[in-house]
């Protein structure tokens, strides 16, 4: 009598299954969902900055066209908080959102309507989950378990809730898990190509998102525990792998720096600075500093300098309070620079787990 094996799908068509599972609840529940309006503001202004794309004399144009300029030459009642707009010497407005989204969005705005600027949230949602399942297999999880990451992801995290949402939130993920497993496998294999597509993949999720150059320098700890820990190996091995990390970083900037030139330069034609508005505004702080140190004038880092290691609760409990007690900035520094010291300085033999140092950093940070 012969026996007949019943189909058992193995770890990669698991994976595809849950990929394909995950699409069609998220497009289900996106259908479903209203569309007269937005659900955040910020949406509603890159809804505007992406209607007001135009081609003029000099290129692109992204000013925002003003129905009130007529009655309202001085533009004293722009509806946009000044933090969140900016008025150049013609008088054409601003806003502080980055562009890239919108110009993305705009063929799919055109082909399938409001529908069209939720295609590349949604996609972004599924290249993350993706990635986060090629993440666990490099990680060492087996193929049957790693499949559960992606409903994870995608079902049980704001990722889902922000398939439907014109935010570049998911773009982002997506291309930092991809930046990511490129680190990982490039630094397992040796593969200097991986990590210049790395570099460039992160580049590009700070074309989205500017807070992303928080993550860079949470992976350049990452990378100097490893130099580090490199540099107590003697001999020719010791040698070798220090050269190894060193040709891999460089690789890995040579990439950043590519993806990122033309965006400083875009930035620094139309704004003046390296840093677009939005990230100035939180990282100077919208007041002058108070004081100075050997005679600089020294940014109130809004954030860090009235919450310091408090973000630490922050993360886990809720914000704190904005009105507290300001932890100077020095004070934060020197938190930074004891972690650093502890890394380098610690027993020979003893372990620590590099990546969660670095990216408790990046928490912190």
């Known amino acids: 009598m012969q026996h007949v094996r019943r189909w058992r799908p193995a770890g990669p068509s698991l994976a ?9 609840v998220l497009g289900a529940a996106g259908a479903a969902l209203p569309r007269a309006g937005f659900w955040h503001s910020d949406e509603g202004a890159r809804f505007l900055q992406l209607l007001n794309l135009r081609l003029g004399p000099q290129g692109l144009d992204t000013a925002i066209r003003y129905p009130g300029r007529a009655v309202d030459a001085a533009l004293q009642f722009v509806p946009f908080h000044p933090k969140q707009r900016r008025v150049d010497a013609t008088g054409n407005i601003y806003l502080q959102w ?13 082909a399938l309507g409001l529908a069209g600027l939720y295609v590349l949230p949604l996609l972004g949602t599924l290249g993350a989950c993706w990635g986060s399942y090629r993440l666990a297999r490099t990680a060492g999880a087996p193929p049957t378990a790693a499949w559960l990451t992606i409903p994870l992801l995608g079902l049980a995290t704001p990722l889902g809730f922000y398939s439907w949402v014109f935010f570049e939130h998911t773009l982002a993920a997506a291309l930092v898990t991809g930046a990511v497993l490129l680190i990982l496998q490039g630094h397992r294999r ?13 580049g590009a999720a700070i074309y989205l998102r500017s ?3 928080v993550l860079v320098l949470a992976l350049g700890l990452v990378g100097s525990g490893y130099l580090v820990g490199a540099r107590r190996q003697r001999g020719a091995t010791g040698q070798a792998q220090r050269r190894a990390l060193v040709t891999l970083a460089a690789a890995g900037l040579a990439g950043l720096g590519l993806a990122l030139l033309p965006l400083w330069g875009f930035y620094s034609a ?8 939005h990230a100035t505004w939180y990282f100077e702080g919208a007041e002058p500093p108070a004081g100075t140190i050997l005679g600089l004038h020294v940014p109130e880092i809004r954030y860090l300098a009235r919450a310091g290691p408090a973000v630490i609760a922050d993360f886990l409990a809720g914000p704190a309070t904005p009105t507290g007690p300001a932890i100077p900035p020095w004070a934060t520094a020197a938190l930074l620079l004891g972690m650093v010291l502890v890394l380098i300085a610690r027993p020979p033999g003893t372990r ?11 928490d912190w940070g």
């Open 16 to 24: 595809i299954i849950a990929l394909l599972g995950v699409a069609l």
């Open 98 to 110: 980055p562009i890239f989204l919108p110009l993305l969005t705009w063929p799919f705005y055109q």
């Open 190 to 202: 040796g593969d200097r190509r991986r990590l210049f597509l790395a570099g460039i993949a992160l």
């Open 211 to 213: 807070e992303l150059y």
């Open 270 to 277: 139309s704004e003046g600075t390296p840093l677009p508005q």
């Open 352 to 362: 620590l787990r590099i990546l969660d140092f670095g990216f408790w950093i990046l």
